[in-house]
């Protein structure tokens, strides 16, 4: 367990704190996102123009999937990916609903059949993800927080877990470094409400640091 995953484990999860933050760090927060966002895009649009490429030759269908997710305070917003699934697949999740390896309202399958071979690929070195940089840019994302979630799932949120709606979703977060394996969504929560209660710009920095070798290891989503 790294440094930062050992205080996780020793602090308690209590209410947000989040308030009494003055607001310059706020405004910190956000100039970072938005300068490192831009220089991310800069850096991946060559992997990103390759990987629009393959999609597109795969199976000739649509580059980018839309999505709606919520956002803080629950507000919805267009999530933006490359698409790595068949057309259509959001059609089939009811039938693999009952393969689902995450204990929660959360959808998790390690060897998803809807996932294109190309999708494997950019899954894995988290390529499909660059397109989010725009929903940073928007204003709807952050680069750090928990990971947006889709309408339904939120619907089935218990109370307590609703509080990670409280920040903007992020393109990596606490819980993408540190609970990487979980298969229960309440560890996935509590790590998410700790990163809520302990934010700071520096603690983003420290998660971006972790976030970006585990990507070049191939540690991304399957």
Request: hydrophobic share 40%; glycine share 10%; net charge positive.
């Amino acid at each position: 367990m790294s440094d930062l995953g050992a205080t996780v484990s020793r602090d308690r999860v209590g209410p947000s704190t989040g308030e009494g933050r003055p607001r310059w760090l706020g405004v910190l927060g956000r100039g970072l996102d938005v300068a490192l966002a831009l220089g991310a895009l800069v850096l991946g649009a060559p992997f990103l123009a390759l990987a629009c490429a393959l999609v597109k030759l795969e199976d000739g269908g649509p580059v980018l999937f839309r999505q709606a997710r919520c956002g803080r305070d629950g507000r919805r917003f267009t999530l933006l990916k490359l698409r790595t699934m068949v057309p259509g697949a959001e059609r089939y999740h009811a039938l693999l609903a009952p393969l689902n390896e995450m204990k929660g309202p959360a959808f998790k399958m390690t060897r998803d059949p809807r996932v294109l071979r190309v999708g494997r690929r950019l899954r894995r070195f988290s390529i499909d993800e660059i397109p989010q940089l725009l929903n940073v840019l928007a204003g709807d994302m952050a680069l750090v927080g928990p990971r947006p979630a889709l309408p339904e799932e939120v619907t089935r949120y218990e109370p307590w877990q609703r509080r990670r709606l409280t920040v903007k979703p992020g393109l990596t977060g606490l819980s993408q470094v540190e609970g990487r394996g979980a298969q229960d969504f309440d560890t996935v929560v509590r790590l998410d409400l700790w990163y809520i209660d302990h934010w700071s710009p520096l603690l983003d920095l420290r998660i971006l640091l972790r976030t970006v070798p585990a990507i070049l290891r191939g540690h991304g989503a399957r």
